[in-house]
């Protein structure tokens, strides 16, 4: 007979640990897998997002009819509504949209913020001090991205590799993210994984089925590449039904700041991946960025009190 886990249980919380360390790694596929589906040009963003909801929320809500029934409260839908808005629509969206304009490199050097965004969350939504040294983090990680902005958005080979939109949309990707992250556990710990996940992929598709509709309709699924349908396939089964069960998963277990961290797994594999395939290059200047960024979000998060989950 397996042992019950309780929230003050070491086991409890490896599950949270476990659950976050394989959606980011996941995650950090996905960036390399993105990349060339919008390379292609032969769907939009917004289709591309639109299929994730679909096929996703289809698992979802099938896998679902295999469980228990749980009811959800009225008064908590659109407060799930809002949480598909930033969980979701705006965060895949704006990675779509930034994905074409932005290097896997810089891409994932740029997502790796998020910890400090959360920890700004946590300042406002529950009163957690912002400290000197947390200002200090802050501040180097900053100056981090800054010198990103500074060396990357420069011509190489007669075009441009990074530019700023690409820029700007992962700040909209990582801060919204970090909101969804920080303001929902409480709701999330009222229901199970599938009833909350199956709830937040009902919005995701009632918000962007109107705006692509005709363009699924539309598309001519015998002339799509095979390969094109396979990373199609990773981004619908892993990197958004898998991934999304796997998260709130982890935010039940542990805090929102830790399940934040594992988004440094995002810049390790996504470069890893990008330049052994020779989508990207290692240049000093990305070196020196990553570590800056890495290393004030690594203040940030150790000023945090010692022995916490």
Known sequence: MTPKLYPSSIGYRAVGHLACFAAYAIFGFNIVVCK??????????????????????????????????ERVAWSDLWKIAVAAFLGFFLTQLSFLM????????????????????????????????????????????????LYLILTSINPQGGEVVTKPAGLLLMVVNSLSFALYLGIFRPLINRYSVVTFMKWIFFFAIVMVLPLTASDILAISWSEMPSS????????????????YFL???????????????????????????????????????????????????????????????
Request: charged letters at 10%.
């Open 36 to 69: 060339s589906l919008t390379s292609s040009h032969l769907l939009e963003p917004l289709t591309i997002y639109a299929l994730r909801s679909l096929g996703a929320g289809a698992i979802f809500w099938l896998l679902s009819l295999f469980l228990p029934y």
């Open 228 to 243: 094109y349908l396979w990373q199609l396939s990773y981004l619908i089964i892993f990197a958004t039904f898998i991934a």
């Open 98 to 145: 930034a994905i074409p304009d932005i290097t896997p490199m810089d891409c994932s050097i740029m997502g790796s913020l998020s910890p400090i965004y959360t920890m700004f969350i946590a300042a406002i939504a529950v009163k957690e001090p912002i400290t000197l040294k947390k200002a200090g983090g802050v501040l180097l990680s900053f100056l981090g991205i």
């Open 247 to 309: 998260i709130p998963l982890g935010q039940k277990r542990i805090r929102p700041t830790l399940v934040s961290l594992y988004s440094y797994l995002q810049p390790i594999i996504a470069i890893a991946i990008s330049i052994w395939i020779g989508m990207d290059r290692l240049t000093v200047a990305k070196v020196i960025a990553a570590l800056t960024v890495v290393a004030g979000v690594a203040i940030v998060t150790r000023s945090r009190r010692a022995g916490s989950n």
